[in-house]
């Protein structure tokens, strides 16, 4: 299980290392198109996107990592999980203490012999 939380890892940082690549190139490419807008001069105003795909890596990186976390938690808080253990023993015990005590209490029939064997 150790490997593949490992193979898991590794391919996950090779996803965000490539999605960084790309959002790099795209800043890049965003900007050019900007100056040719700019110097094409035919709109009265182009407004630059380059911010708004920032906004967006940012925004949606910050999503991967809370989801990540959401799923990496433990559905149970060790608290929890210790006061269940604890009840379970207590009934495990009552329930022993009650089958020693039904013992006591009740006589058991003897097993019977055979005379003739």
Not at 3 to 28: D, F, I, P, Y
Not at 52 to 72: P, S
Not at 86 to 101: F, G, K
């Amino acid at each position: 299980m150790k490997v593949l939380k490992s193979v898991l890892v590794v391919l996950g940082l090779l996803a965000v290392a490539g999605a960084a690549g790309l959002l790099v190139k795209n800043v890049w490419d965003l900007r050019i198109l900007y100056e040719v807008a700019m110097a094409n001069k035919s709109q009265p105003s182009v407004v630059n996107p380059t911010n708004l795909v920032l906004i967006g890596a940012g925004l949606a990186a910050v999503g991967g990592i809370v989801l990540g976390l959401g799923l990496g938690l433990p559905r149970r808080t060790p608290n929890a999980v210790r006061h269940e253990t604890i009840e379970e023993l207590h009934r495990q015990t009552t329930a022993d203490a009650a089958v020693q005590a039904a013992a006591l209490h009740e006589p058991v029939d003897e097993p019977r012999t055979d005379p003739q064997a």
